[in-house]
């Protein structure tokens, strides 16, 4: 049973910076994908971005390139999300998930391990 904790959230005015993790209590790399996605009230869960086991490859949302960046640290077990130039649209509870797969999933419903989510919130 793999564990994922997200922190890294907060409060910050638009434009602004802020750099989520979410660490797994086993070793993730090379076997799970693990991706970030967005939750705001009344709206269905979002995908954000989503990081190979290897780390070698991304898939980031339209909505969020170019500002966005995921990355991992595998002998850290943590996976980062860095997001730049952020936007009152950005804020949600954010949360990253896991599969053991090799495939980028985009869909929320692939994802069998979630964490308990971080909120972020940006003024304008």
């Known amino acids: 049973q793999v564990q994922l904790v997200e922190s890294g959230g907060g409060s910050v005015q638009a434009g602004g910076s802020l750099r989520l993790s979410c660490a797994s209590s086993?070793?993730?790399?090379?076997?799970?994908?693990t991706g970030w996605f967005r939750q705001v009230p009344g709206k269905e869960r979002e995908f954000v971005a989503v990081?190979?086991?290897?780390?070698?490859?991304?898939n980031i949302a339209d909505s969020v390139k170019g500002r966005f960046t995921i990355s991992r640290d595998g002998a850290e077990n943590t996976v980062y999300l860095q997001m730049n130039n952020l936007k009152p649209e950005d804020t949600a509870v954010y949360y990253c998930?896991?599969?053991?797969?090799?495939?980028?999933?985009?869909?929320?419903?692939?994802?069998?391990?979630w964490g308990q989510g971080t909120q972020v919130t940006v003024s304008s």
């Open positions: 086993e070793r993730t790399s090379n076997a799970y994908v």
């Open positions: 998930a896991a599969r053991r797969d090799v495939v980028l999933r985009t869909a929320s419903r692939f994802y069998e391990y």
């Open positions: 990081i190979s086991g290897g780390g070698g490859r991304t």
